[in-house]
Each structure stands twice: as C-alpha cells, then as structure tokens.
C-alpha cells in the first residue's frame, strides 16, 4: 500500500454564511520514501492538503489511508498514535520551544513518548549534527537565526524516526539563501535516510532539483509530475 492515499478527498469550512470549498476531490498517492512538492498560489488548498495527509483535519468527504490503513476507522488514540508514529511536522513559524534549547526541543517527541534522557539527548545530538548545528545545541531559539531554527524544527521532526515529514510553507520566513538550503537539506534527508518528504510553498523557484511537483489551483490538483512511481512500490 501507499504510505499516503488521499480518495476524492473534499474540505469545505463555513465562514458565517459563506461556504468556502478547499479542496474539491483530491486523489493523491504518496509511497515511501518519496519526496513531493506541493505549490501553488496562497489560498490554493496546500495547507489544507497538508493537514489532511498529516492527519491534522479530517475531509468533509472521501478517504485517507495511511500505509493502507482507513484513518477514519481509527479511535481519536490510535489516529493520534498512528499520527506520533508514522509523521513528524515542520512548520513556517518553527514552532519551537523559547525556554528550551535547541537541544532539549530535539528530544521532547522522545521523551514524551517515554524514551529515558540519556536515550533522548543521544539521538537528539544526532539529529542536531546530521542538520549542521551541533555547535549550538545549548542555543535557545531566540539565539539562532531563521534558518537555523528551522534545521532545529526538521532535526525534531526527525528524532523519532518518522516514515514521513510534513513540512508546511518551511521556508515561507527565510531568505532565499537559506529557503534554498533547507530544500536542500530535506532532500538530503530523503537520500541518505529514505525519509518521505511532502513539502508547501507559493514559490517555484525552490522547486528545481524536486522530481515530483503537485500543483494545487483553486482546490485542485493542476498537475503532478509523477503521479504514481510503479518503480518505487512497496
Ligand atoms: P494555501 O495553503 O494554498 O494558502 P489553504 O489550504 O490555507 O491554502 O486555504 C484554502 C482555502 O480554504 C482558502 O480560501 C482559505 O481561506 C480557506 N481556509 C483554509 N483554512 C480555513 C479555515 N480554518 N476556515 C475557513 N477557511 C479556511
Ligand atoms: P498559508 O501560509 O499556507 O497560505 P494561510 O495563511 O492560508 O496559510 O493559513 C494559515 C492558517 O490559517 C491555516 O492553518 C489555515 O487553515 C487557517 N486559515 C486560512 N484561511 C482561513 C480563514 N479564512 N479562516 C480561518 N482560518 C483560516
């Protein structure tokens, strides 16, 4: 099975009186190990996507099916354990902890679920030196530039070993220097460890060494690069 499938998936939200459709029937497979853009303009659907293939939100309609598996069917725990396990998450704002260092923001996801520090802060020391930072694991956020931030935020999307990273508009507050060496960085990542990437942005510039590009129009998927890999099945 696919580690991802999306079934004529449809989102509508309700504003006040005015229904606004986000997504209209998105069928979409990603396997392992894949790495796959999704562009498109601002308000095209990409955050919704992203949420619906992370299990964030549920759709108004249709099916997602992570590693074959009806996420629907699931009880509120054993999405959210499927969800811990299976997706780790990177987001435009960083997301990380202020009174934390950037080390001990690596090895939260371990220690919550239940890993002992010294296992924790060993992987995490991993994780920070494999994204470039070990000279600055002691740092809080507020000491790190943008981008290293956000190498902090995908070495924590990392340290419990996910079979995927959602990675939301990651370099929508970086320059464009360190918005290309994140993509870089991510699709490292993907080589050296197999980790499956899906990645938002409104930029198509960064999408140039990116094999697999999903455009998003009002709702819809405009086009996708590669829409199935009969190779790469797993
Ligand atoms: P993108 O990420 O491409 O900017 P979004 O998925 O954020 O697109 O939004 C798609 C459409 O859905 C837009 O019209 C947006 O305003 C609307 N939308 C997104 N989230 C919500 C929400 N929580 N409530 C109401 N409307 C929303
Ligand atoms: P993006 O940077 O992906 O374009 P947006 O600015 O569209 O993100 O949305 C940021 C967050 O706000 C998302 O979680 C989205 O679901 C939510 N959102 C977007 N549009 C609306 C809306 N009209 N009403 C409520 N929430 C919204």
Redesign the pocket.
Known sequence: APLVELRRATKH?Q?GEKP?I?LKGIDISIQAREFVAIWGP??SG???L??LIGML?SPTSGNVLIDGQEVDDLSDNARSELRNRTIGFVF?NFNLIPVLSALENVMLPLQIAGASSAVARERALERLTEVGLEKHVAHRPAKLSGGQQQRVAIARALVTDPALVIA??PT?NLDSGNARRIIELMLDINASHGTAFVF?T?DQRLLESVKRRVLMQDGEIGSDSQPARPGTQT
């Open positions: 939200y504003i606004v986000a601002s308000g990409k955050s919704t992203c949420n939100d435009q939301d508009e929508a938002s409104h």
